[in-house]
């Protein structure tokens, strides 16, 4: 079986653009996590994501906003980029929401900020 | 929100040493997890374990949760095993900071 896919695998951005980041969870999975990770540090979360409501939200921006589909898919969106949003973002999914379920994670984007 | 610390920050072993990392937490939690991350950045999944003891070959994982802490053993350890390693809890699985292994030849 597929793992979590993410799309695109890079992407390089001027400040002030916006982007969108895609992600496909593991088959039967209904939960999507996204994180962003800067380089030296742990990911950090931004949002979860169950049966298309959103579960939680990280010390994130406005300027962040995610979505989830009915196939369980999901986009993250970052307007008015900014430097500090070079990172690597990591989408995670899980069979449920909540403790007590194990996360996948995808490969990650690689955005760069110029 | 829960406070993950893990040590040491830095690890540098010798081909076929034993290893223990350390991964402590602020507050009880049912959800921890122990990734190895490789340079491309993808996160593996090496354990999921709330509580217990569990093995994967060379390596196994110890939570006790009462005490707030989990271990993670690598006995014999191969160049393969270079690369940082992460635990993170529920608490909107929250990470540490990593431990960075590098297994020299």
């Known amino acids: 079986d597929a793992g979590v896919t993410q799309s695109p695998t890079h992407l390089i951005k001027t400040r002030g653009q916006q982007v969108t980041l895609r992600c496909s969870p593991i088959?039967?999975?209904?939960?999507v996590s996204w994180y962003q990770q800067v380089l030296g540090q742990g990911p950090q979360f931004i949002f979860q994501?169950?049966?298309?409501?959103?579960?939680g939200r990280g010390n994130f921006p406005d300027r962040f906003s995610a979505r989830q589909f009915p196939n369980y898919s999901s986009e993250l969106n970052v307007n008015a980029l900014l430097l500090g949003d070079s990172a690597l973002y990591l989408c995670?999914?899980?069979?449920?929401?909540?403790?007590?379920?194990?996360?996948?994670f995808g490969p990650g984007t690689r955005l760069t900020v110029l | 929100g829960i406070q993950v610390e893990q040590s040491p920050p830095d690890l540098i072993l010798q081909e076929g040493a034993n290893s223990t990392l350390r991964c402590n937490f602020s507050?009880?939690?049912?959800?921890l997890q122990w990734f190895h991350q490789n340079p491309w950045g993808q996160l593996i999944n090496l354990f999921y374990?709330?509580?217990g003891t569990k093995q994967n070959g060379r390596l196994s994982a110890t939570t006790v949760a009462t005490e707030r802490y989990s271990l993670l053993y690598i006995s014999s350890s191969q160049t393969t095993d270079s690369g940082v390693y992460f635990c993170?809890?529920?608490?909107?699985?929250?990470f540490g900071k990593g431990i960075t292994l590098s297994v020299r030849p």
């Open positions: 995670a999914s899980s069979g449920r929401t909540g403790g007590y379920n194990e996360q996948f």
């Open positions: 088959s039967g999975h209904k939960s």
């Open positions: 994501y169950y049966e298309k409501e959103e579960r």
């Open positions: 507050d009880s939690v049912n959800n």
């Open positions: 374990i709330p509580s």
């Open positions: 993170a809890v529920w608490g909107k699985l929250t």
